[in-house]
């Protein structure tokens, strides 16, 4: 199994830009294909955005495309997601989360076998 870790959440204003990265330990960190959730208050929790086992596909929510960026290192076990352009309605706690039989990440919260803990992410207007 893999251990999950998140970090770089805050405050930020909207137009502003935050870097949150996924740390892996644990199994292989190459073995699992990767994807980030978020979850606003008294909301359900909906995809972000995948990435493929190699780091070659990616796929994005409509409501983040064009201002956030997923990757990962597999070298150093670690996934990451750029954003950019933050509004308000981008506030949530974020999620990573592994996905041990698939090679391209969903959008199905379900099919994640693994969960990080979460970070906050708070955009003010």
């Known amino acids: 199994q893999v251990q999950l870790v998140e970090s770089g959440g805050g405050l930020v204003q909207a137009g502003g830009s935050l870097r949150l990265s996924c740390a892996a330990s644990?199994?292989?960190?190459?073995?699992?294909?990767m994807g980030w959730f978020r979850q606003a208050p008294v909301k359900e929790r909906e995809f972000v955005a995948a990435i493929s086992r190699s780091g070659g596909s990616t796929y994005y929510a409509d409501s983040v495309k064009g201002r956030f960026t997923i990757s990962r290192d597999n070298a150093k076990n670690t996934m990451y997601l750029q954003m950019n352009s933050l509004k308000p309605e981008d506030t949530a706690v974020y999620y990573c989360a592994a996905d041990q039989d698939a090679y391209y990440g969903g959008t199905d919260y379900a099919q994640y076998d693994y969960w990080g803990q979460g970070t906050q992410v708070t955009v003010s207007s």
């Open positions: 644990g199994r292989t960190f190459s073995s699992y294909a």
